[in-house]
């Protein structure tokens, strides 16, 4: 098993920046990939950006790109959201995710392990 624990979110203002941050622990030697997901109210969980722990290998969603950077730190067993210029679209539960499959995907189903959220709001 694989335990995440995310942190970082909190109240901005449009154009502000945050990061967010999400350990992992337990069974981490069996992680190839983490990724960051958003879900918002009445909306289904979406992509935002995922990254290879061997490679570093990143992608990012559409609604992100240039604005959104995930990067991660082995020795810690952190992955890191550096999110820029945050729109008040940007407000969700950002979580966490890990898979051991072998593939980076962009899909829920295709991850194994899930943390706990953490609320991410941007006003106007």
């Known amino acids: 098993q694989v335990q995440l624990v995310e942190s970082g979110g909190g109240l901005v203002r449009a154009g502000d920046s945050l990061r967010l941050s999400c350990v992992a622990s337990?069974?981490?030697?069996?992680?190839?990939?983490m990724g960051w997901f958003r879900q918002a109210p009445g909306k289904e969980r979406e992509f935002v950006a995922a990254?290879?722990?061997?490679?570093?290998?990143?992608f990012h969603g559409d609604s992100v790109k240039g604005r959104f950077t995930i990067h991660r730190d082995n020795a810690a067993k952190t992955v890191y959201l550096q999110m820029n210029s945050l729109k008040p679209e940007d407000t969700a539960v950002y979580y966490c995710?890990?898979?051991?499959?072998?593939?980076?995907?962009?899909?829920?189903?295709?991850?194994?392990?899930w943390g706990q959220g953490t609320q991410v709001t941007v006003s106007s």
């Open positions: 995710s890990a898979t051991d499959g072998l593939e980076i995907g962009t899909q829920v189903s295709q991850y194994d392990y």
């Open positions: 337990g069974r981490t030697l069996n992680i190839y990939a």
């Open positions: 990254i290879s722990w061997s490679s570093a290998n990143t």
